[in-house]
């Protein structure tokens, strides 16, 4: 349809498209279709808007052609640790106890193993593979924040007109928890993705902070108070988890700055400037 768009303008026309996609599916197929909807907004714009999934160039900077192994560990430390760190918080003050491992759990980190990484790779191939490399034009770390804040409108029609997730807290203290947790992900994922040059690592992150809270939170833990440990301290974007994943950000971005890019890597190239 337009061959020559600019980075800018694919952008927008990217998050248009996935946010309405967001505000009309939110209710579909208990939001399956809004689950995979970054995906679908890629192929659109590949495939159909500027017509670069023709071409191996148009797949290839989406960063699926490395696996980037050397920052696997570093993935899973930054989300799976601070997700098992903030379960110990919040038996650490009291609020939750320790419980053995009972009732389906294996069945659903099974699930989970087949069924989370398809997910992250949905999102992830839009957020990290997509979109950020096409808001390179605004600096590395101002590219992180407005997908960040995209991220979160995205979330906001499954939050705020379905009762399956965040349902259940104070509206302001869960909505105001999740944005800047999203935000401090938005960082990691972000980093993650630019030191690797690879979307892989960002999947992995993602996958493991969604299963980690899902398996921990649900099955090896007991509280009477479950919005206190499952929304405000431990839950997937609680207060405990948002400090960890804060100080993983600042340390990655510490870390980042004393690493040059490749010269010969575009995305690399335009990302660190700024």
Same mark, same amino acid.
């Given at each position: 349809m337009f061959e020559r768009l600019s980075d800018r303008t694919s952008a927008i026309i990217f998050s248009i498209l996935v946010l309405a996609i967001s505000l009309c599916t939110a209710n579909v197929a208990e939001g399956l279709v809004l689950a995979i909807s970054p995906l679908l907004a890629v192929l659109v714009m590949l495939l159909v808007v500027t017509r670069e999934g023709y071409g191996r160039a148009g797949w290839r900077r989406l960063g699926m052609g490395k696996l980037g192994l050397r920052y696997w560990p570093l993935a899973l430390i930054t989300t799976a640790g601070v997700s098992a760190l903030a379960i110990v918080g919040v038996v650490g003050v009291g609020a939750a106890s320790f419980t053995m491992l009972s009732g389906d759990w294996l069945q659903t980190t099974l699930v989970l193993c087949i069924t989370g990484p398809i997910l992250a790779f949905a999102e992830e191939i839009g957020w990290r593979g997509y979109l950020q490399p &096409? *808001?390179?034009? #605004? %600096?590395?770390? /101002?590219?992180? *924040? !407005?997908? %960040?804040?995209i991220w $979160? %409108? /995205?979330? #906001?029609?499954? $939050? #705020?007109l !379905? @009762? @399956?997730?965040?349902? =259940? %807290? =104070? &509206? #302001? $203290?869960? *909505?105001t928890l999740f944005s800047g947790s999203v935000i401090a992900f938005s960082f990691v994922f972000g980093y993650l993705r630019l030191l690797s040059d690879s979307v892989w690592p960002a999947v992995l992150a993602h996958f493991a902070h969604n299963a980690t809270f899902a398996v921990l939170a649900t099955y090896a833990i007991t509280t009477d108070r479950p919005v206190l440990v499952n929304e405000y301290l431990a839950g997937d974007t609680g207060l405990f988890v948002l400090i960890g994943t804060l100080i993983c950000a600042l340390a990655i971005a510490l870390r980042a700055r004393t690493v040059t890019p490749r010269p010969s890597e &575009?995305? *690399?190239?335009? @990302? /660190? &400037?700024?």
């Open positions: &096409r *808001l390179a034009f #605004l %600096g590395k770390r /101002w590219a992180m *924040l !407005t997908v %960040g804040v $979160i %409108g /995205w979330h #906001l029609p499954y $939050i #705020l !379905t @009762s @399956s997730y965040h349902a =259940e %807290g =104070e &509206r #302001l $203290i869960v *909505l &575009r995305f *690399l190239q335009q @990302s /660190w &400037r700024g």
